[in-house]
Structures are given as structure tokens and as C-alpha cells.
């Protein structure tokens, strides 16, 4: 249980809030580049900030002041030019640093006055990495964007998925950090949901979260297992501070602002053995629905089923009335971590797990159960000694409403029927 004040502070993410100046120290995966294929421009929300994320025609991405510096026009409604983002209403071309690198009557009529009204809009770096479109939003210098592992792995099929999801990011993301719903919601729910009473999955009989740089290790051992058992010495990892990496794909509960919430999902499949080399030439992005016709939330997927968890606990979970217990270690272990930040970079520490050198950045191994089956692969006929992906071959379970030619694209790259 959390006073209404802490609570406050953990879920607030605008600018100038506790938890949105901590936030804005990271870089956040905003979606995926080929979502700028079909228009180079999108209106996004970040943090509770309007802005405007683009791909000039020189390549570059920018991510800026969804208001002209000028005077307040949507620049989701300019276009792009070989550097940057032009106004539609008089024509004012921003860079990507935000400059006001042209204002074309201002310039015809007083050209030598181009450098000194020059201003500025507010804008944000954005790099591409591995399909995902990253932006960085705090205060100078600005840290290195880490480059996961998985990110370097070749010979994959690689997958974005995004969804919209209505409610705040904090309980999103105590769900990376949530080992025993997996025993309910993903196994024992799923057992109702096909109309059956039994048999229930194998219990958790016990937990462990260690801390390490980027986030949490949980180990747990389950009924049938030991401590040998890969899911305890290896674990599974809450990326530190709202993400969630699962051995071949990484979960983020990006702040859309203290109401709403990007879910932005990264999977990589190898292809089965012998079909190497695969270059992917085009990483797909999708939307994942998260309502049917109905109105109801989708309960058919692994992550559908996750989402109806976050905003079944209200738009902003009230952590007054909550009451915690024993599998809630892991969550009230990242609550502390989080307030101990706070307050740690508010006397000028750095926040956790931030990469300054870049060739640390280069490439950051993460604990991983199932690094050999990505990297090495193995071979189709293979796949049934290995229940979750040979289920992943048979269809994505992970988000609803998986795009055809998404999985037409992913049963060409394996060797299967799609
Ligand atoms: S409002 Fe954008 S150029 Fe005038
Ligand atoms: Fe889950």
C-alpha cells in the first residue's frame, strides 16, 4: 500500500514532475521506423508532451514541438524537406534540432537579418536501432542509447508491434516485475478461456529479484522444477525503468502521459537452421487492437491478457487501497528502487544504469535462457523439442490481430506455410 502522495509521484510523468524528469533521463522506444514508410510525418504525445515525429527526405528523423515556433500551427500538417520539417502555414523550415533554419518571407525581405532572428524550437534526438525508433527527451549530455544484445542478432525475423493502451505506465510496468501471474492469468485463465476446469498449471513455490545494472532478475522455481532449472539461474529481466525482456523479445511501457500508454513490443525469430544467410530487408511495424467489436478488451493473446490486468486496475491504479503480499516482492522492491532514485538524482547522481561510454553501448548482453536457440538456431524439424517456439512458429501468440502479410513475410523467412 502507497500514500495518495507517493502514488502521485510514481504515476505523474509531465514535464517538471519527479517522475517525468526521471523518465526523460532514458532513452524510450517510440515505435518503429517503418511506421514512417506510408507518411514521413505522425502526431505522437510523449511524457504529456504534443509533438511530431518525422523522417526527412535526407533520411533523418525528428521528433519536435507538435506547434510551429512560429505561430502555433500543427506541424502535423507540414512536410518534409531534405533537412527537416516545414510549416504548412507560412512556410518555416526546423532542423532537426529544433533551429529555424529558414522563415522565407522574413529571409526574401531582410536577408541580413537571417542570423540574428534565428529561434529555436523544441525538439528531441531520435535514432533508429534494429526496427525501433528511439527518442531521448532529458536534460544534456545526452547518454548513449544502449544497444541491447538481441538488437545484433542476425539471421531473425524481427517484429514491432504497438498499441494504444488507457492507462498509466507505472502499472504496466509492475507487471514485468510479476512473476505468479503468469501461473494465473497466462495458464490457469487460459484453461477457462478453452472451457476447461483443470488441469492447472504448476505453482510457484518460490521467488527471487536480484538487482543488476538495467533492472531486476526474477528467478523462480515451480512445481516439477529445481534450483537447476534454467528459469533459476538464469531468470527473466525487468528492464529498468519500464521495459521487460523475455530471452527473444523486449516489452516497453513508454508514458503516453499519466492516462495513457505506448506499449511497444520487439520480437526476434531466428530462422531454422540451413536458411541462413536471412537479411530482413524491412522490419514490419503493427498495431495490436486491443478491444473486439464488442467492446470488450481482447482476452486471446499473451499480452492482450496482460493489458486487461493494467486497466482493469482503473485508469490510475489507487495504490491506497491495494494490499500486498508475498508475490508482490518484486513490485515493492521497484516502488523503493524507484523513490530511492528520485531522490538520489535530485542531489545530482546519475540515473541508474545510464551508458556514457559508447563502446559499452555498443552492445549490452542481458541474462538469457534461450540465447542459444537465437543465435545458433536450430533446425525445423527440431522446433517440437521446443514447446514455445515451435508455438511460435504455429502462430503469434504474444499480440492480437497479427497483419497477414506480417505473417506471410515470417512464414517465408522460416520455410513454413503461412
Ligand atoms: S505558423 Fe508555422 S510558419 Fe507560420
Ligand atoms: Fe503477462
Not at 510523468?13 to 514512417?36: F, K
Not at 502526431?43 to 510551429?68: M, T
Not at 505561430?71 to 527537416?84: I, M, P, Q
Request: proline residues 7%; aromatic residues 10%; glycine residues 8%.
Amino acid at each position: 500500500m502507497l500514500t495518495a502522495e507517493k502514488n502521485r509521484v510514481l504515476t505523474e510523468v509531465g514535464p517538471g514532475t519527479p517522475m517525468g524528469d526521471y523518465l526523460r533521463r532514458y532513452w524510450h522506444p517510440i515505435g518503429g521506423a517503418s511506421e514512417l514508410d506510408a507518411n514521413p510525418i505522425k502526431a505522437v504525445r510523449l511524457l504529456g508532451e504534443d509533438l511530431v515525429l518525422y523522417k526527412d527526405l535526407g533520411g533523418a528523423y525528428g521528433l519536435i514541438d507538435r506547434n510551429c515556433p512560429h505561430r502555433r500551427a500543427d506541424l502535423s500538417y507540414g512536410f518534409v524537406e531534405e533537412t527537416g520539417i516545414r510549416c504548412n502555414y507560412h512556410g518555416w523550415l526546423m532542423d532537426q534540432r529544433g533551429n529555424v533554419i529558414e522563415k522565407p518571407y522574413d529571409d526574401t525581405v531582410n536577408p541580413r537579418g537571417k542570423e540574428r532572428e534565428r529561434c529555436l524550437a523544441k525538439a528531441y534526438p531520435v535514432k533508429e536501432c534494429a526496427g525501433l525508433l528511439f527518442a531521448y527527451m532529458g536534460p544534456q549530455p545526452v547518454p548513449e542509447l544502449p544497444i541491447w544484445e538481441p538488437f545484433t542478432w542476425e539471421n531473425g525475423f524481427r517484429e514491432v508491434v504497438v498499441s494504444d493502451i488507457p492507462c498509466n505506465w507505472f502499472q504496466c510496468q509492475e507487471n514485468s516485475c510479476d512473476p505468479v501471474h503468469f501461473e494465473w492469468m497466462h495458464e490457469n485463465w487460459n484453461v477457462r478461456l478453452n472451457g476447461k476446469t483443470a488441469p492447472y498449471a504448476a505453482k510457484h513455490l518460490k521467488l527471487v529479484f536480484e538487482e543488476f545494472d538495467h533492472g531486476f532478475v526474477y528467478k523462480r522455481v515451480r512445481e516439477g522444477q529445481t534450483e537447476g532449472d534454467p528459469v533459476w539461474t538464469i531468470g527473466r529481466v525487468t528492464l529498468w525503468p519500464n521495459g521487460f525482456y523475455l530471452g527473444n523479445h523486449f516489452e516497453w511501457r513508454v508514458p503516453i502521459d499519466d492516462e495513457h500508454t505506448l506499449s511497444v513490443c520487439w520480437f526476434f525469430m531466428r530462422v531454422p537452421k540451413g536458411r541462413e544467410p536471412y537479411v530482413q530487408d524491412k522490419v514490419p511495424t503493427w498495431v495490436s487492437p486491443i478491444k473486439d467489436e464488442s467492446g470488450r478488451w481482447i482476452s486471446s493473446h499473451v499480452i492482450n491478457q496482460d493489458i486487461i490486468a493494467w486497466v482493469g486496475q482503473g485508469v490510475i491504479a489507487d495504490r491506497t487501497k491495494e494490499n500486498l503480499g508475498a508475490s508482490d516482492l518484486g513490485i515493492a522492491m521497484m516502488r523503493k528502487r524507484l523513490f530511492e532514485e528520485l531522490d538520489a538524482v535530485a542531489k545530482g547522481a546519475e540515473a541508474k544504469g545510464t551508458v556514457r561510454n559508447s563502446n559499452v553501448a555498443k552492445c549490452i548482453e542481458l541474462p538469457n535462457i534461450t540465447k542459444k536457440t537465437s543465435t545458433e538456431g536450430i533446425a525445423l524439424e527440431e522446433f517440437p523439442n521446443y514447446p514455445l517456439l515451435n508455438a511460435r512458429l504455429k502462430g503469434f501468440r504474444h499480440c492480437a490481430g497479427q497483419p497477414p502479410e506480417v505473417r506471410k513475410a515470417f512464414a517465408d523467412a522460416m520455410g513454413i506455410q503461412p
